[in-house]
């Protein structure tokens, strides 16, 4: 989820130089951010959540975990929205994320809320490093989870920056994205995404379960 949110960006940048070509892309890329991106984060409205969910929670993320590491065969992992929440807030697996983020999830549609800053981003163009400097992404993202040609895949829904939902031509071309790929093709991370058998959001829960695992 941090790779992906963190990588949102880039991606409309991405799509931004697709449609419009290089030399256009400078003027394109300086609106978007003057538009689309703010100079303060956004406080987000963190859940209250009871001890016994947090324990839970990271108790269960960790033995996955484990079980993933180890090669056992395991069975799923079954996450509402408070459950994420709770490893976003107290496991330090997710210490980068703690304050960037609120999720919620309603039938088979997660969202997340994000207030991150771009300063972050490695973005080789010096002009777009330029135009994101100082500057924050506060907004909403509504994500797919679903497996794709034997792999977890992840794609955006619906996204709405500042309160403004972003324009359509961008979300068509933004929604064909698995932001998943670029993790795929790391050496150290593939073996992970190609050991998952199941990725969804089903019920209100986020589900995943190993290649082979019982369910």
């Given at each position: 989820?941090?790779?992906g949110?963190?990588?949102?960006?880039?991606?409309v940048?991405?799509?931004?130089?697709?449609?419009?070509g290089f030399?256009?892309?400078k003027?394109?890329?300086?609106?978007?951010?003057?538009?689309?991106?703010?100079?303060?984060?956004?406080?987000?409205?963190?859940?209250?959540?009871?001890?016994?969910?947090?324990?839970?929670?990271?108790?269960?993320?960790?033995a996955f975990?484990?079980?993933m590491?180890?090669?056992?065969v395991?069975?799923?992992?079954?996450?509402?929205?408070?459950?994420i929440?709770?490893?976003?807030?107290?496991h330090?697996?997710f210490?980068?994320l703690?304050?960037?983020?609120?999720v919620s999830?309603e039938?088979d549609?997660?969202t997340s809320?994000?207030?991150?800053?771009?300063d972050?981003?490695?973005?080789?163009?010096?002009?777009?490093t330029e135009a994101?400097a100082g500057k924050?992404f506060?907004?909403?993202?509504?994500?797919r989870?679903?497996?794709?040609n034997?792999e977890?895949?992840?794609?955006?829904e619906?996204?709405?920056?500042?309160?403004?939902?972003?324009?359509?031509?961008?979300m068509?071309e933004?929604s064909?994205?698995n932001?998943?790929?670029?993790?795929?093709?790391d050496?150290?991370?593939r073996?992970?995404?190609?050991?998952?058998g199941?990725?969804?959001?089903?019920g209100?829960?986020l589900i995943?379960?190993?290649?082979g695992?019982s369910?």
């Amino acid at each position: 989820m941090g790779c992906g949110i963190g990588c949102l960006v880039v991606l409309v940048i991405g799509v931004i130089l697709g449609i419009v070509g290089f030399n256009y892309a400078k003027k394109a890329v300086v609106t978007f951010v003057e538009n689309s991106t703010s100079e303060m984060p956004v406080e987000l409205e963190t859940p209250v959540i009871a001890p016994a969910t947090i324990e839970s929670a990271v108790q269960r993320f960790d033995a996955f975990s484990a079980g993933m590491e180890n090669g056992e065969v395991i069975g799923r992992l079954e996450l509402t929205d408070e459950d994420i929440n709770a490893l976003i807030a107290n496991h330090p697996k997710f210490s980068a994320l703690s304050e960037a983020m609120v999720v919620s999830i309603e039938g088979d549609q997660l969202t997340s809320e994000v207030s991150v800053s771009l300063d972050a981003l490695d973005i080789p163009e010096s002009f777009i490093t330029e135009a994101i400097a100082g500057k924050y992404f506060n907004g909403e993202v509504t994500l797919r989870a679903q497996m794709q040609n034997g792999e977890p895949a992840l794609f955006i829904e619906g996204l709405s920056i500042g309160g403004k939902a972003v324009p359509a031509q961008f979300m068509a071309e933004l929604s064909k994205e698995n932001i998943l790929a670029e993790a795929a093709s790391d050496p150290e991370i593939r073996p992970y995404l190609e050991s998952i058998g199941e990725f969804k959001v089903e019920g209100g829960k986020l589900i995943v379960a190993p290649a082979g695992g019982s369910n």
